[in-house]
């Protein structure tokens, strides 16, 4: 899945799969999560937080099933 870098404290890059609706993250510790059911607007809001991180924590992390890749 091909990631767009961002302008984070935590995170490095995301990428999305529209189809799968799978959100991928690339997180600075070098460390790559899939995360899956993720709607469109989920991605979409996070690619125009002011903060992705803050996003993530708030909107995505413990909200929806993933693995590490």
Known sequence: MT???VT???L???GYDPS???LEIEFKESRVYQ???VPAETYSGLM???S???YFH???KDKYDYREV
Do not use: E
């Open 58 to 60: 708030a909107y995505i």
């Open 35 to 37: 995360y899956y059911d």
């Open 48 to 50: 125009a937080a002011p």
């Open 20 to 22: 799968s609706k799978t």
């Open 12 to 14: 490095v890059s995301v």
């Open 52 to 54: 992705h991180g803050k």
């Open 3 to 5: 990631r767009t870098p």
């Open 8 to 10: 984070s404290s935590d």
